[in-house]
């Protein structure tokens, strides 16, 4: 019974709560603060402590030689998030906007429409990175992971980073969307990355179809890359619905299954980082670059 509950409940509870908490903090608060920084750890953490109580794949909780690189990943890109949230209200009043948001709208629903904003910012320049030859090579490191958990979601080159979400924070701002509501938004994504690529058992249901969880973005991070042409969207399926790149399948993704087919790409995050901009060694078949 603890086994279904889990299964069942523990997207819904931890995602929810903490939207509820990042809420209640952009409602008192002017400036992004600390207690939204804390919110996104405390639901990390529950995944990650969910994963060692109900794993997806029990192979998946054993280190890969990989733990203290996406460690320092984890640790650069929410610094780099909370570093954007910061810039953004720093420069609130000296970047150019023009007066079409709902600033009216209740807190809760312009967090939403952000949200909406950036996610399609996010969707369309992720599937140009498995496009485009450059883009592909920073985002090749997300996908060289040989197992998915609670840490693969911020396992991004950091240039990477700044080119999938920086058009759709950028376009957001533009329209004149508070910080507090884009800084809320990048809050609880990052705990939706967690579980996005979580080792957890667990289902959201006919919801999949809606929400970019796990059962549904594992098949991404398939290792035949030429299969791994699906499932973009970083929160909402919406777009993958609407442009055509969605796949579900009732059997999953097994250990093993996962990275990519060049098993010499580096470990570590040294390595990592400066693997984009080494002379390439051939381009594959299928595939922009070589992976």
């Known amino acids: 019974m603890l086994a279904s ?9 931890v995602l929810g709560g903490s939207a509820a908490a990042i809420l209640l903090f952009v ?9 939204m920084a804390a919110v996104t750890l405390i639901g990390i953490a529950a995944v990650a ?27 650069v890109n929410l610094g780099l998030l909370w570093a954007t949230a910061s810039l953004l209200h720093v420069l609130r009043d000296t970047l150019p906007a023009l007066a079409l948001w709902p600033a009216r709208w209740p807190i809760w629903s312009q967090v939403l429409l952000a949200g909406l904003i950036v996610d399609a910012g996010l969707y369309a320049m992720h599937r140009l990175s498995h496009r485009v030859e450059w883009l592909w090579r920073l985002h090749a490191p997300h996908h060289s992971a040989e197992r998915l958990y609670w840490m693969n ?14 058009p759709g924070i950028a376009i957001a701002v533009a329209l004149g969307a508070p910080p507090l509501a884009i800084s809320a938004w990048l809050s609880l994504l990052a705990v939706h990355l967690a579980f996005q690529h979580a080792n957890l058992d667990y289902t959201v249901g006919p919801l999949r179809h809606v929400l970019g969880v796990a059962e549904i973005h594992r098949w991404h991070h398939k290792r035949e890359y030429e299969n791994a042409q699906v499932n973009f969207g970083e929160f909402w399926m919406l ?26 790409f580096p470990r570590d995050y040294a390595g990592q980082l400066l693997w984009p901009f080494r002379p390439r060694s051939g381009l ?4 922009p670059a070589d992976v």
């Open 27 to 35: 409602e008192r608060a002017a400036i992004p603060c600390p207690g």
């Open 5 to 13: 509950l889990i299964r069942h409940t523990a997207y819904p509870l």
């Open 153 to 166: 979601g911020e396992r991004r080159h950091p240039l990477s980073a700044v080119c999938l979400a920086g």
């Open 239 to 264: 777009w993958d619905k609407l442009f055509g790149s969605f796949h579900d399948r009732p059997n999953g993704i097994a250990a093993g299954e996962v990275g990519l087919r060049d098993r010499s």
């Open 49 to 75: 402590l969910l994963e060692r109580w109900q794993p997806y794949q029990r192979d998946w909780l054993r280190d890969h030689t990989d733990g203290l690189t996406d460690a320092i990943h984890l640790v």
């Open 284 to 287: 594959r078949e299928g595939e």
